[in-house]
């Protein structure tokens, strides 16, 4: 996430850098009720300007002034920065200077499946990996398909036919929630259950999953993965992020696995 701070015309000229690294995103300007307001401490009435690309923030202008910041640790422009400090790193998963990232790789060649709505989305978590990226329709030998989306309304009936299918002739597909907010993997099963007349059965994990700093804060469960077996193949939906984990990397706003759980899921359906 990058953050610029700015006042007079600087403010402006940061906004328009903003819209130039983000021109697909809708800005949002907030004065509170961002996470940046409250998450630790109460901080209203500090302007942000805010790119989130339905997963993170990926850009926050702030109105302040640098050399004031430093005379008052005490302001409302301070605390607005130690929240979104404190929310960047998942307030409890920031990582020492001498900590090594630890990377590993399933044994299973994946293939990331293309369709009309957000499934490249923080794919940079998969690119170590031995992965292809491939339509359906090139989807013809059983195998190992991903397949991510942020929201609800990236559901099509093209998109369920193209996924039941390809279970049928022997793949197994995983459907991920990107983000873990916009319920697409739930509503990917609800449809692929009502079309097939099957019935999700909870997968079952040798291990207890953890959430990340957002998960824990909010309190919110995190869903258990949910597998339905059509034709030959199985279809297996996570309606929370996985890939974000992946990344090993921390943010705030996703709702998900952290890394550890993340990893061990991974390995249980990928190997």
């Known amino acids: 996430m990058i953050v610029m701070l700015a006042t007079g015309k600087s403010l402006q000229t940061c906004r328009?850098?903003?819209?130039?690294?983000?021109?697909?995103i809708d800005m949002e300007h907030y004065q509170r009720n961002h996470w940046g307001h409250n998450l630790l401490e109460?901080?209203?009435i500090v302007h942000f300007w805010v790119w989130n690309d339905n997963v993170r923030d990926r850009i926050l202008v702030i109105q302040?002034?640098?050399?004031?910041?430093?005379?008052?640790?005490?302001s409302a422009l301070a605390r607005a920065l130690v929240n979104i400090c404190c929310g960047t790193i998942e307030i409890d998963q920031w990582k020492t200077r001498l900590h090594v990232t630890q990377t590993f790789k399933p044994s299973r060649k994946m293939i990331l499946a293309k369709h009309s709505?957000?499934?490249?989305?923080?794919?940079?978590?998969?690119?170590?990996?031995?992965?292809?990226e491939k339509e359906?329709?090139?989807?013809t030998k059983p195998s190992l398909v991903w397949v991510g989306g942020i929201?609800?309304?990236?559901?099509?009936?093209?998109?369920i036919s193209n996924i039941i299918k390809t279970a049928k002739k022997g793949s197994t597909i995983i459907i991920e929630s990107i983000g873990?907010?916009?319920?697409?993997?739930?509503?990917?099963?609800?449809?692929?259950?009502?079309?097939?007349?099957a019935t999700p059965t909870p997968l079952q994990l040798p291990f207890v999953p953890t959430g990340r700093g957002w998960t824990i804060l909010h309190r919110e469960s995190l869903p258990v993965p949910l597998a339905i077996t059509v034709g030959?193949?199985?279809?297996?939906?996570?309606?929370?992020?996985?890939?974000?984990?992946?990344?090993?990397?921390?943010?705030?706003?996703?709702?998900?696995?952290?890394?550890?759980?993340?990893?061990?899921?991974?390995?249980?359906?990928?190997?």
């Not at 328009?16 to 697909?24: G, K, Q, R, S, V």
């Open 16 to 24: 328009n850098l903003a819209e130039t690294i983000c021109p697909d």
């Open 42 to 44: 109460t901080a209203d």
């Open 64 to 74: 302040g002034d640098g050399e004031k910041l430093t005379r008052s640790s005490n």
């Open 117 to 132: 709505g957000n499934w490249d989305s923080e794919v940079a978590a998969y690119r170590n990996w031995r992965t292809e």
């Open 136 to 139: 359906f329709s090139e989807i």
């Open 151 to 159: 929201d609800e309304d990236e559901i099509t009936e093209v998109l």
């Open 180 to 197: 873990g907010r916009g319920h697409f993997a739930k509503k990917a099963c609800e449809q692929i259950a009502s079309t097939t007349n």
């Open 232 to 271: 030959k193949g199985k279809i297996i939906s996570i309606d929370c992020d996985i890939r974000n984990a992946l990344l090993h990397q921390t943010t705030w706003g996703v709702h998900g696995y952290s890394y550890e759980s993340a990893k061990k899921l991974t390995q249980q359906l990928c190997n």
